[in-house]
């Protein structure tokens, strides 16, 4: 069974930082494309980051280029996404996914096949 497990999130204040985890099972973590998306209330699903371990490749939202930065623990089934100078704008539900092999994977969410159920990233001005 492909589960997703995120944690990291909190509250912070403008400028600080938070890193999240997403704790991937059930898959063989290689093969998979891994995206954080986001979700404020009222608006729509965001795509923020991704990695392929496969090919090294890693996408980044224009809104956090710079700021947040994706990485993953192949030994620990983990992808990390690092956000630095935190902003109000970023606070939001925080998912992460997982996009079968063969799928293009990046920032666009029907993309993704599995989720997890995400974790709450509020940024206080």
């Known amino acids: 069974e492909v589960q997703l497990v995120e944690s990291g999130g909190g509250l912070v204040q403008a400028g600080g930082s938070l890193r999240l985890s997403c704790a991937a099972s059930g898959f063989t973590f290689d093969d998979y494309a891994i995206g954080w998306f986001r979700q404020a209330p009222g608006k729509e699903r965001e795509g923020v980051s991704s990695?392929?371990?496969?090919?090294?490749?890693?996408y980044y939202a224009d809104s956090v280029k710079g700021r947040f930065t994706i990485s993953s623990d192949n030994a620990k089934n983990t992808v990390y996404l690092q956000m630095n100078s935190l902003k109000p704008e970023d606070t939001a539900v925080y998912f992460c996914?997982?996009?079968?092999?063969?799928?293009?994977?990046?920032?666009?969410?029907?993309?993704?096949?599995?989720w997890g159920r995400g974790t709450q990233v509020a940024v206080s001005s």
């Open positions: 990695i392929r371990r496969s090919d090294g490749s890693t």
């Open positions: 996914a997982a996009s079968r092999p063969g799928r293009l994977g990046g920032l666009d969410f029907h993309e993704y096949d599995y």
